[in-house]
């Protein structure tokens, strides 16, 4: 199978702009832009991993809306959570996405039915996973940290200050620190291909193009992988 690398949490509530509606059932709520709904139950689901309601939440907002890969990256997540637990709601929850997953997507949560996904395990791979560290390829689940982190070290390079964060589950706090690196030292092409991943993984065009427009000319080292990013990102 193909290695699965994905990412591990998504941009926070107030960066996509979205009030969270009244109405909490299970289903899409009336009246509210899909896409932000999307990226809110993403984020959610990264920052609360345990919540199984806004897992299943975001299954059916994907089957609702005929996203196979966006249902597959829930379905995914979800099965993480679950391990072998929750028999009925993962037996349900597939039989509704029979028609609309690939077979291989289809087949890999039937075959693994009974015992359920393990963390650890090579998986196809979903950029609309939340619930993965991309950065060593693996289907490591991300732990929940509690808040007595150890101050990042200034000693440390940018880039595996930026891993350890994503590591604990900041997400904002990793980008926060490869942004300010990378105007410090905008020569260096590792930080500028380290940011464009999680841009990428995070899906945040905004923030991809406010920092394009704060470094100028400084991403002349990188144009390229700047360019084919936004590009991805916009499409």
Known sequence: MEQHQTFSALKPLQQVAFSEPANMGLGVPKGVDHNKWATHLAHLSAREPNNLL??????????????????????????????????????????????????????????????????NQSLPASRYSVLGNFFDGKMSFLKQYTSDKQPINESIDPCEQAREEIIHGDVDAAQSILEKALIRSPDRKDLHLELLELYSHTRSLSDLMDMQERLGDGIAIAQTEWSRTRQLLEN
């Open 54 to 119: 806004n897992h299943v939440r975001r299954v059916y907002l994907h089957l609702a809306r005929n996203q196979a890969d966006e249902l597959y990256g829930a379905m995914l997540d979800l099965h993480l959570v679950l391990g072998d637990n929750g028999n009925r709601l993962r037996a349900r929850l597939l039989r509704q996405s029979r028609t609309l997953l690939s077979e291989p997507h289809y087949n890999l949560f039937l075959t693994h039915y009974k015992h359920g996904l393990q963390r």
